[in-house]
């Protein structure tokens, strides 16, 4: 267990927190979309929009299989990426996987203003939302930890993930 990655849903902090706990490990932080984004030349809302979310999430697939053989790596993963059960369990072969959670009602008020969401761009995006999330939620409820970020400071949530990180450390140091 090299590297910590966070997945979750959209709005659930895995940037804010990913960047802070990387400090705070002193590993270096890497975003999975600003990675896609960096290696295509496009936004995902480009990306999206262009090629289709099928392509976007080929695109995923393959930044998971190249972080593979990094250590010392916060990952931060785009909202659908810790969703797919082949990422999940890539992601599971050299990292600690926190999932990070929020009610709809709390991520629907952290993202709803956000125009760089393109599965939110429809005529129904809270009903869209509520879909996705109960879509994903079994496969979030497959990371290593768990951890609602609902009414807890940023700082607060990255602190935990350290502490959750070196923790599993430790108790496999100890095996």
């Known amino acids: 267990m090299d590297n910590l990655a966070l997945i979750g849903?959209?709005?659930?902090?895995?940037s804010s927190v990913g960047h802070l706990v990387a400090v705070h490990l002193g590993f270096t932080f890497v975003d999975t979309d600003q990675l896609i984004e960096a290696q295509t030349g496009r936004s995902i809302t480009d990306l999206f929009a262009h090629e289709?979310?099928?392509?976007?999430?080929?695109?995923?697939?393959?930044?998971?299989?190249?972080?593979?053989?990094?250590v010392k790596l916060v990952i931060a993963t785009g909202g659908g990426l810790g969703a797919d059960a082949l990422n999940l369990a890539s992601l599971k072969t050299h990292a600690l996987v926190v999932c990070l959670w929020a009610s709809p009602e709390v991520t629907w008020q952290r993202v709803r203003h956000q125009t760089h969401r393109p599965l939110l761009q429809g005529p129904a995006p809270l009903a869209r939302l509520e879909e996705l999330l109960a879509h994903r939620a079994a496969i979030y409820r497959e990371a290593d930890v768990l951890m609602n970020t609902s009414q807890r400071q940023i700082r607060e949530v990255a602190l935990q993930v350290a502490?959750?990180?070196?923790?599993?450390?430790?108790?496999?140091?100890?095996?």
């Open 52 to 70: 289709g979310e099928a392509a976007f999430r080929a695109q995923e697939r393959q930044v998971v299989q190249a972080l593979t053989d990094r």
């Open 9 to 14: 849903f959209m709005g659930t902090g895995k």
């Open 163 to 175: 502490h959750e990180f070196q923790r599993a450390q430790r108790e496999l140091t100890a095996r």
